[in-house]
């Protein structure tokens, strides 16, 4: 543990396993809604990190996006499947970097469950667009930062610390394994 973690006098360290890890990463998820997607390799012409919006993480903790199978990250991906997600849900809070094994497939099921209109803007032929790619990231790893009564208690709890002296951090953080 570092210093600040030496000093705390709450219990600020949490490790989470099984439906409580994949139950942490869907609410860290649904309040960021997007990611920085990074793959191992980028190809010429990418910086292996781009923002990618969320379209599901269901029960086993895999998260789920909609791509284009002629995209960096779709060749990338088949060239090393490893791939880092990082997730920010607010600006000083649920904080969340997820390592994972990713699959991308053209699983038509699966594009009409996560299809929403908006993706017409991308694929002009709708959801029947043969472009259209599924990836899948199946966790093996993260860690998460997070406020563990929100941001009015945190608050107060750093003033009193910032004056007394004493590390009073409201924060909370943990390994999560599905």
């Known amino acids: 543990m570092d210093s600040i973690n030496r000093n705390q006098t709450e ?18 998820v649904d309040k960021a809604e997007s990611c ?3 793959t191992v390799i980028a190809l010429s012409g ?24 002629d995209s960096h990250k779709d060749k990338e991906i088949a060239i090393n499947p490893n791939v880092t997600l990082h997730f920010q849900g607010s600006a000083h809070s ?4 997820i390592k994972g094994v990713a699959t991308a497939s053209r699983d ?19 959801e029947n ?7 899948k990231v199946t966790p093996t790893e993260g ?3 997070n406020t563990k009564h929100g941001f009015a208690v945190a608050g107060i709890k750093m003033a009193i610390g910032a004056l007394t002296g004493k590390t009073l951090d409201d924060s909370i953080e943990g390994k999560v394994r599905v």
């Open 143 to 145: 860690y998460y930062w």
């Open 11 to 28: 219990h600020n360290h949490e490790d989470l396993s099984g439906t409580a890890a994949v139950e942490k990463i869907k609410h860290i």
């Open 94 to 97: 649920d904080f969340l970097v």
């Open 129 to 135: 667009d043969p472009r259209i790619s599924v990836i």
């Open 108 to 126: 038509e099921r699966k594009i009409k469950e996560l299809w929403e209109p908006i993706f017409k803007t991308w694929f002009t032929e709708g």
């Open 46 to 69: 990418s910086c292996g990190t781009r923002p990618m919006g969320v379209q599901k993480v269901d029960d086993d903790g895999n998260i789920w996006f909609l791509s284009a199978n």
């Open 36 to 38: 920085f997607f990074s």
